[in-house]
């Protein structure tokens, strides 16, 4: 009965948002400016929300959160823009849609691809709705349960399943790469007791890394180089006119849509944890579900869309510990919390009786995007996919001076572009190697959370590990992790064909 | 990436790399308080600041030696004393065509944001990177790249003898003019250098045209929409300013 009524006073409050056509149009435009801080290499999701807070401030509340969230939502999809077309993702978000989104540009499916995305992210924005409108307050109370054991593991599993499942060539090259993201991510004072590692006495490595230009030295910079260096022509895409996808290829991929859908939500749930993580973990777990894994990699549809819906489907996810806890589920949720204390609403457990309609207003806003987004997605792609004709010699110096802008852009620190660079040269070499990027950024990211939870935790239990033992969530935390190691390993990879030819033989019999 | 034998080669390096730097992070991370006293707190091994840095450290000596015990069994140690042996080659296209890229990237990023105005420092990288890989001429290359690199050494030493400084104190875009002459020059070299082939007047010209429109764009967008202030605002900056808070 509760999911009832809360469905039914979802949808009166989507026919009061709707019915103002200034919320439609605020809508839309929010979407396209997010679509484009998405499609930028290093205007994030966070920076659009950001910097649309301060533009926001002096709207009504509501104006202001329609803005903001739609911005979210076109953001988190426009990163696969060009992740698809030029193998730069526009967000860490899109990060997992390159490694199959931007073969199948080569291949000349940059339309069908763009199509397949933007109809998996509107899919996976209304499932991450109507979560938000449902299961608030269970999934709330599954949250809490994670404490610093939970959060370390979780920070390191996201490290390990992204370095296992990048690995071109050897698998624990992978793993370097995520070592290395968590050397650079000690960078700067520790947080529990300020204590100065690997500052080298420059007191602008005291705040550590900022995220950002990390992220674009080590995407943009090596693709920057490599596509000038090797004069990579990217074939122009054929079939404009299939850019709708078939209602039978939505179908044929619908398991892959809900199961990506669901993972999505669940880790926008878990506070702190982003589209990135979430786009990783639904790459994975679509390759263990797929009957041809060693096509990932190669331009896989299946791929493509199982990211994109769970980095959109995040989103709802994200708002669930934002609304509930007051905790930001992502770091752009994190700039929402800031929109919202601006607004004078505080998120928490007191939201419902001081706002008792304010769930279901993000809830109907957020329908509302998935909606704008889908429709601006299927009439920009069209004009997008044009980028394609654009020379690389004339567009990719022109990405390496908006990489500059993005990197400074949000510190407004020269120091940044000083970082930005050798991060770029040296994960250029890195790729040469073959060692993946995303796990290093990852572990840029996630670094931080693994530290401070790992002492955190071990302070409360004065130095013991046995809590990761006794406590169900860290131990299948724990077991995942070890599992993802072991069958990286020979003797699990032949214990487990045995077993397979064992029971495969046994059926025959049968 | 790299074929088979250049990679197991380069991981027979890097795995060597690879187990130095975690060694050193280990080095570094003993020099953090483990079990004294900083800034009033008592510190006990789980607390300390050292923690982490260790077991990254130990991680990184454990999967560089995982590693080098690879590439030394698939032949990679070999494929390296093998490349000692040989002679020097001159550097491939591919190469020089790197080392050009990182050469823009690195005069645009510490040379000219600092110092110079915004809009010409993208102009200028942009007419150069452009124009050099658009027209892709290989004698064109070596000497458009010559030109960038003698023009970029001759703003480098007079940054380095504080010049901008002593000049600045006179006019405060003297640099931005150095820039805007080095420009122009680069402009009226590569356009000499061409003119007697049509299509590279053509493709040129469409150089030309995107290094200026690009900061026409860009500068308003960033300054005067996303209020972000440039890094270096000088004499284009400026007087865009001027134009702008002029309209009101």
Same mark, same amino acid.
């Given at each position: 009965m509760f999911i009832l009524d809360q469905i039914t006073a979802f949808f009166q409050q989507f026919l009061v948002l709707v019915s103002n056509p200034l919320n439609i149009l605020a809508v839309f435009g929010a979407v396209i400016l997010g679509i484009i801080f998405g499609a930028t290499?290093? &205007? %994030?999701a966070t920076l659009g929300v950001a910097l649309l807070t301060t533009l926001t401030y002096g709207m009504a509340t509501n104006t202001a959160m329609v803005i903001l969230l739609a911005v979210y939502v076109g953001a988190v999809y426009g990163g696969s823009y060009t992740s698809i077309l030029?193998?730069?993702?526009?967000t860490a978000a899109a990060a997992a849609t390159a490694l199959d989104g931007y073969p199948l540009a080569c291949q000349g499916k940059a339309g069908k691809a763009l199509g397949l995305t933007t109809t998996a992210s509107a899919i996976g924005t209304f499932i991450g709705m109507l979560f938000v409108v449902t299961l608030l307050p269970v999934i709330s109370a599954l949250a809490l349960q994670f404490t610093s054991f939970e959060f370390f593991l979780l920070a390191l599993y996201g490290i390990v399943i992204s370095g296992t499942l990048t690995? !071109? #060539?050897?698998?624990y090259k992978g793993w370097i790469a995520g070592a290395l993201g968590l050397f650079l991510s000690v960078i700067?004072? #520790? !947080?529990?007791?300020f204590y100065p590692r690997? %500052?080298?006495?420059?007191?602008?490595l005291d705040g550590g890394l900022d995220i950002v230009p990390v992220l674009i030295g080590a995407f943009g910079i090596p693709q920057i180089i490599q596509v000038l260096k090797d004069k990579v022509c990217i074939k122009k895409t054929e079939? &404009?006119?299939?850019?709708?996808?078939e209602f039978r290829e939505i179908v044929r991929h619908f398991s892959d849509i809900v199961r990506s859908a669901l993972i999505g939500v669940g880790i926008g749930a878990?506070?702190?944890?982003?589209e990135d993580i979430a786009g990783w973990v639904s790459y994975g777990a679509a390759k263990n579900a797929s009957?041809?894994?060693?096509?990932?990699? %190669?331009?896989e549809v299946k791929a493509v869309i199982s990211t994109e819906t769970a980095n959109n489907a995040c989103i709802g996810g994200a708002m669930i510990p934002l609304l509930s806890?007051?905790?930001?589920?992502?770091p752009p949720a994190a700039m929402l919390l800031g929109a919202l204390l601006l607004h004078g609403v505080q998120p928490g457990p007191m939201l419902m009786s001081d706002h008792p309609k304010f769930v279901l207003e993000v809830a109907a806003i957020l329908l509302l995007s998935s909606f704008a987004m889908w429709v601006v997605g299927m009439l920009l792609a069209k004009q997008v996919v044009?980028?394609?004709?654009?020379?690389p010699a004339i567009f990719m110096p022109f990405i390496a001076v908006l990489c500059v802008l993005g990197s400074y852009a &949000?510190?407004?620190?020269i120091f940044n572009l000083y970082l930005m660079v050798p991060v770029g040269i040296i994960a250029y070499f890195l790729v040469e190697m073959g060692y993946p990027i995303a796990p290093l950024v990852i572990a840029v990211i996630l670094g931080p959370m693994a530290d401070e939870n790992l002492r955190r935790a071990l302070m409360v239990s004065k130095g013991s590990l046995l809590p990761v033992f006794t406590r169900p969530v860290a131990l299948a935390l724990f077991l995942a992790i070890v599992l993802t190691v072991l069958s990286q390993t020979r003797p699990f990879k032949k214990v487990v064909t045995e077993i397979r030819k064992k029971l495969f033989s046994r059926k025959q019999v049968a | 990436m790299m074929d088979k034998q250049k990679l197991r080669r380069a991981d027979f390096v890097t795995s060597i790399i690879l187990v130095l730097f975690g060694i050193w992070i280990l080095h570094e991370s003993f020099q953090m308080p483990m079990r004294d006293s900083f800034g009033g707190v008592q510190n006990v091994w789980y607390v300390s600041p050292a923690l982490f840095p260790l077991i990254i450290g130990s991680l990184t000596i454990l999967l560089g030696a995982a590693l080098l015990i690879h590439s030394i069994i698939s032949g990679g140690a070999k494929y390296f004393l093998q490349i000692l042996r040989k002679k020097p080659q001159e550097p491939s296209e591919a190469t020089m065509r790197f080392i050009v890229i990182c050469m823009a990237i690195l005069f645009f990023v510490?040379?000219?944001?600092?110092?110079?105005?915004f809009f010409l420092s993208v102009s200028l990288f942009l007419i150069f990177l452009i124009s050099i890989f658009y027209l892709d001429d290989k004698a064109l290359f070596q000497k458009l790249a010559l030109f960038y690199f003698l023009g970029n050494m001759i703003l480098l030493v007079l940054f380095a003898a504080g010049a901008d400084r002593i000049l600045g104190r006179v006019w405060r875009f003297c640099t931005d003019c150095a820039a805007l002459i080095f420009w122009l020059t680069y402009i009226i070299y590569a356009g000499k250098r061409i003119s007697g082939d049509v299509r590279g007047k053509r493709m040129f010209r469409t150089a030309l045209l995107v290094s200026l429109i690009v900061p026409v764009i860009l500068c308003p967008v960033f300054r005067y929409l996303l209020l972000v202030p440039l890094p270096t605002e000088g004499i284009v900056v400026e007087l865009m300013n001027w134009i702008r808070y002029s309209l009101g």
């Open positions: 290499p290093g &205007l %994030t030029v193998n730069i993702p526009g690995s !071109r #060539d050897l698998v700067g004072r #520790d !947080r529990l007791q690997f %500052t080298f006495g420059y007191s602008e079939k &404009l006119q299939k850019i709708l996808p878990v506070p702190g944890i982003g009957k041809h894994p060693e096509k990932f990699g %190669t331009g806890l007051g905790i930001p589920g992502s044009k980028v394609l004709r654009i020379p &949000l510190g407004l620190r | 510490y040379l000219h944001i600092p110092r110079i105005d």
